[in-house]
């Protein structure tokens, strides 16, 4: 059973564009992280949200956890081909659950 | 300065051999673990250990043994290799068991089974 859904699984997008990467899930998490991994390399945290609602940004980059914080949202503004990766998303069970459950990715892709 | 390093980087062996992947973490993080990422880079946990204790075993062949000498070191031994044993696997190290088990990555140890 994959509890976190990705979505899309694959998007290829010319530099300028802004795109949304959705992480869907029937399961509520205690928190959700969001990784970036290229290739030949381990993938690498961007950030974590625990609380229902919230929106962080990091530069172009603003994640959103859903209210009743079951799923995630990744919107990138203006893309540039170093945006280019694998986007993976983790959620947390939490209850003494002390393990991450990860969704399949979305490989973007964005071209100069 | 590699917070968490694995060896070797590439591994290619036979079919039936025995192999170790060694990782270890600078970060002064209590728990460590072993990933399985498949050729679809579907990211599956294996093990987890906390201050050398195994505290996470998913549903692995028993050909895989993890072993952690310290909470510094999480080694993998796979005996008997199987051609589905090819894959990336990645060790990494979060700060503790009270969540939100942030997870820092090796480079990663790409297997390849002939």
């Known amino acids: 059973t994959q509890l976190l859904e990705q979505s899309p699984q694959f998007l290829s997008i010319q530099e300028g564009e802004n795109l949304t990467v959705y992480c869907n899930s029937s399961?509520?998490?205690?928190?959700l992280q969001w990784y970036r991994q290229e290739p030949g390399e381990g993938p690498v945290l961007l950030v974590t949200v625990v609380t229902g609602g919230e929106v962080k940004k990091l530069k172009r980059l603003t994640f959103q956890f859903g209210d009743a914080r079951k799923d995630s949202s990744l919107h990138i503004t203006a893309a540039q081909p170093g945006d280019t990766g694998l986007y993976l998303c983790?959620?947390?069970?939490?209850?003494?659950?002390?393990?991450?459950?990860f969704g399949k990715g979305t490989k973007l892709t964005v071209n100069p | 300065d590699t917070a968490v390093s694995q060896t070797p980087k590439y591994l290619v062996t036979q079919m039936g051999n025995d192999k170790s992947i060694k990782c270890e973490q600078n970060?002064?993080?209590?728990?460590m673990y072993w990933y399985k990422q498949d050729s679809k880079k579907f990211l599956k946990i294996m093990f987890s250990?906390?201050?050398?204790?195994?505290?996470i075993n998913e549903t692995v062949p028993n050909r895989f043994s993890p072993k952690s000498p310290d909470k510094a070191h999480l080694n993998l031994h796979i005996n008997s290799l199987e051609l589905g044993d090819s894959a990336v696997y990645f060790c990494?190290?979060?700060?503790?068991?009270?969540?939100?088990?942030?997870?820092?990555f090796g480079p990663g140890t790409r297997l390849t089974v002939t």
């Open positions: 970060l002064g993080h209590d728990t």
């Open positions: 250990y906390n201050n050398k204790e195994l505290i």
């Open positions: 983790a959620g947390a069970r939490g209850g003494g659950s002390e393990k991450l459950v």
């Open positions: 990494a190290s979060s700060p503790g068991l009270a969540g939100p088990y942030e997870q820092y």
């Open positions: 399961s509520v998490f205690s928190s």
